[in-house]
Nanobody, 129 residues
C-alpha cells in the first residue's frame, strides 16, 4: 500500500527552525518527483518546494526561497524540508505529495500540483511567539 507520512511539525517561535520529513513506502519513491505543499486556513494550497527523483533539480516558491531547503535520501525513501528563519506567515498544514508513474518537472509539480492523488496526511507547523 502506497503511503506518505509526514513528521516534524510543531510550534516554533519566529526566526526558529524546523525540519519536516516525508517517509515513503509501498512504491519505488526513488523514481518519483516529490513535493512539499502547504495550506493555511482560508488560503489556497501553495507549492512550497519540489525535488526531482535524483535530487538534482529543485524548485522553491518565492516566499521561501533562501530560507527553506529540500533534500532527499533515496536509500531511506525520505524527503526532507529544512525550514529556517520561520515567519508567522509560514503557519500552515504541510503536506508531501509524490508523482508516481508519471514524468514531471519540479516546476510543474509545485505550480500545478501532482496529477496523481498520492498525498500524506499533513503535519501542522505553527510559527508564533
Amino acid at each position: 500500500q502506497l503511503q506518505l507520512v509526514e513528521s516534524g511539525g510543531g510550534l516554533v517561535q519566529p526566526g526558529g527552525s524546523l525540519t519536516l520529513s516525508c517517509a515513503a513506502s509501498g512504491f519505488e519513491s526513488e523514481y518519483s518527483t516529490i513535493g512539499w505543499f502547504r495550506q493555511a486556513p482560508g488560503k489556497e494550497r501553495e507549492g512550497v518546494s519540489c525535488i526531482s527523483s535524483d535530487g538534482i533539480h529543485t524548485y522553491y516558491a518565492d516566499s521561501v526561497q533562501g530560507r527553506f531547503t529540500i533534500t532527499r535520501d533515496n536509500a531511506k525513501n525520505t524527503v526532507y524540508l529544512q525550514m529556517n528563519s520561520l515567519k508567522p506567515e509560514d503557519t500552515a498544514v504541510y503536506y508531501c505529495a509524490a508523482e508516481v508513474g508519471r514524468i514531471t518537472t519540479v516546476h510543474a509539480m509545485c505550480i500545478v500540483g501532482p496529477r496523481g492523488d498520492y498525498w500524506g496526511q499533513g503535519t501542522q507547523v505553527t510559527v508564533s511567539s
